[in-house]
């Protein structure tokens, strides 16, 4: 059976790595659902979150004020997720404080190659835009466009795509059928980025509020042309460098929307202009999203709590 390793796990996995085991080993850190760990009755409690403000299995306990104050620090993954839980919940803004996820280090694609083939690459999960992504491709009349799905509920475990993959089986069906589509299925975090160079595009016309996007993260750290909605966290995550479609609930109009742009950047990808941009994209990811840094914040912040107490 496997285990869930979707963003949160990978997190952790990163956390444990890049920062002093002397430091975490004196707090207790839960990820994104209140209490799913008791509470420690010595050490600093952080909760970590990473799941929306909307999301049923937390809404009801932040909903109760006397819950805030149960939890030491609240760390969250962006400013645009922060800002939704002090809206929505009022929580304790000064045991708030904002660390965002990050990324290890990733092959970025040959900006100089030219070949008519432009590959475009989708692996969230179903639920986050597939049905939209697929829409786009039909609508794509540019042959050498053609996409490799990865998009399955695997990726949270043998136990959860058991019981959720069935409600995808047409779009993941209909992706198999699709002439300028190979479905692929779900390959594991490591293969993705040792290949995501191989790829031109990350093409992500998102319908699930992001409160922040690894895979978009490393999309840009691979140096891929990013195309996604300006929905959730989103629009902070991938900052100046992304084209933004303006999300949109009419999901046939956002496809059309997303196939125009697609078809508009495709030609271009060799432009001087468009090769700096990329060029860029991936120095400034490398430099603020690398868990180097995230970690330094991360070891800073755990200091300043422990010598606090």
């Given at each position: 059976?496997?285990?869930?390793?979707?963003?949160?796990?990978?997190?952790f996995?990163?956390?444990?790595?890049?920062?002093?085991?002397?430091?975490?080993?004196?707090?207790?850190?839960?990820?994104?659902?209140?209490?799913?760990?008791?509470?420690?009755?010595?050490?600093?409690?952080?909760?970590?979150?990473?799941?929306?403000?909307?999301?049923?299995?937390?809404?009801?306990?932040?909903?109760?004020?006397?819950?805030?104050?149960?939890?030491?620090?609240?760390?969250?993954?962006?400013?645009?997720?922060?800002?939704?839980?002090?809206?929505?919940?009022?929580v304790?803004?000064?045991?708030?404080?904002v660390?965002?996820?990050?990324?290890?280090n990733i092959?970025?694609?040959?900006?100089?190659?030219?070949?008519?083939?432009?590959?475009?690459?989708?692996?969230?999960?179903?639920?986050?835009?597939?049905?939209?992504?697929?829409?786009?491709?039909?609508?794509?009349?540019?042959?050498?466009?053609?996409?490799?799905?990865?998009?399955?509920?695997?990726?949270?475990?043998?136990?959860?795509?058991?019981?959720?993959?069935?409600?995808?089986?047409?779009?993941?069906?209909?992706?198999?059928?699709?002439?300028?589509?190979?479905?692929?299925?779900?390959?594991?975090?490591?293969?993705?980025?040792?290949?995501?160079?191989?790829?031109?595009?990350?093409?992500?016309?998102?319908?699930?509020?992001?409160?922040?996007?690894?895979?978009?993260?490393?999309?840009?750290?691979?140096?891929?042309?990013?195309?996604?909605?300006?929905?959730?966290?989103l629009?902070?995550?991938?900052?100046?460098?992304?084209?933004?479609?303006?999300?949109?609930?009419?999901?046939?109009?956002?496809?059309?929307?997303?196939?125009?742009?697609?078809?508009?950047?495709?030609?271009?990808?060799?432009?001087?202009?468009?090769?700096?941009?990329?060029?860029?994209?991936?120095e400034?990811?490398?430099?603020?999203?690398?868990?180097?840094?995230?970690?330094?914040?991360?070891?800073?912040?755990?200091?300043?709590?422990?010598?606090?107490?």
């Open positions: 059976m496997q285990e869930p390793r979707g963003g949160t796990e990978l997190q996995e990163y956390l444990k790595k890049h920062v002093d085991k002397s430091f975490l080993d004196k707090v207790q850190i839960t990820t994104s659902v209140p209490e799913k760990i008791p509470l420690h009755p010595t050490k600093p409690n952080i909760l970590w979150q990473k799941n929306s403000y909307d999301q049923p299995n937390l809404r009801p306990w932040f909903l109760d004020k006397n819950n805030h104050k149960k939890y030491d620090w609240y760390v969250f993954n962006s400013h645009w997720n922060y800002e939704q839980f002090r809206k929505e919940f009022d304790p803004t000064e045991k708030c404080l660390i965002k996820n990050g990324i290890d092959k970025p694609r040959d900006l100089q190659k030219k070949d008519k083939k432009v590959k475009l690459i989708f692996h969230p999960t179903p639920w986050r835009g597939l049905n939209v992504m697929l829409a786009t491709m039909q609508l794509i009349k540019n042959p050498n466009i053609e996409l490799d799905v990865y998009s399955s509920c695997e990726v949270y475990g043998t136990a959860f795509k058991q019981m959720n993959d069935k409600h995808y089986e047409e779009l993941y069906s209909q992706a198999k059928q699709l002439p300028n589509v190979n479905y692929i299925g779900y390959k594991p975090n490591e293969y993705i980025k040792e290949n995501l160079h191989k790829y031109d595009m990350f093409v992500y016309p998102n319908i699930w509020e992001e409160t922040f996007c690894i895979s978009a993260v490393e999309a840009m750290a691979a140096g891929l042309y990013i195309i996604t909605t300006d929905f959730g966290a629009y902070e995550t991938c900052a100046e460098f992304s084209t933004y479609v303006p999300y949109q609930h009419n999901h046939l109009s956002l496809a059309a929307n997303f196939a125009f742009a697609v078809e508009n950047a495709a030609p271009n990808l060799n432009n001087p202009g468009i090769q700096k941009h990329l060029k860029f994209q991936i400034y990811t490398n430099q603020y999203y690398n868990w180097n840094k995230i970690g330094m914040a991360w070891t800073n912040f755990l200091k300043g709590i422990l010598n606090a107490k």
